[in-house]
């Protein structure tokens, strides 16, 4: 029995080394995972700050090109609007200039206008306002007269027009 307790002490002490060698391999995987999971979460990070650097660069990078864009937007919206105004007011005032007549055609037809005048006043006085027509089937000029005024002449054969 002495050999079975030799043997069974022996596989003790083989057993207890085993384990504090399985304590101390645990021990020194945890400390070498504890390590590792600072250098993955560093990594991490890194990697983060990088690509949102990246980000911010090409955020950057669009706002300029949009600034850019709004920039020639609005110039050319400006350009348009000034032509469009400059059509807008053009096309009336060249209208104007070559349908309207000139200052010296509207003097002249003024003063055309006031010796019109002066003619029909004067044709007005002298029997313009008669009512006038032809008469019969032989379409002879008749005028329309005053059946209420006396008759003239030597004959009573002259008769006062309507309106006079």
Known sequence: MEDLTMKL???MEAAQSQQALAT???????EHTGALDGVVREEIRHTVVEELREVADDSRRAADSLRALQR???LRIAVWSLGIATLATGIPFGLAWWLLPA???IATLRLTRDQLNTSVELLS???GRAAVRHCGPAQRLCVRVDRGAPAYGEAGDYFVIKGY
């Open 9 to 11: 002490g022996l596989l």
């Open 24 to 30: 101390t391999t645990l021990a020194q995987l945890r």
């Open 72 to 74: 020639v937007a609005s």
């Open 103 to 105: 200052r010296a055609d």
């Open 125 to 127: 006085a002298r029997g």
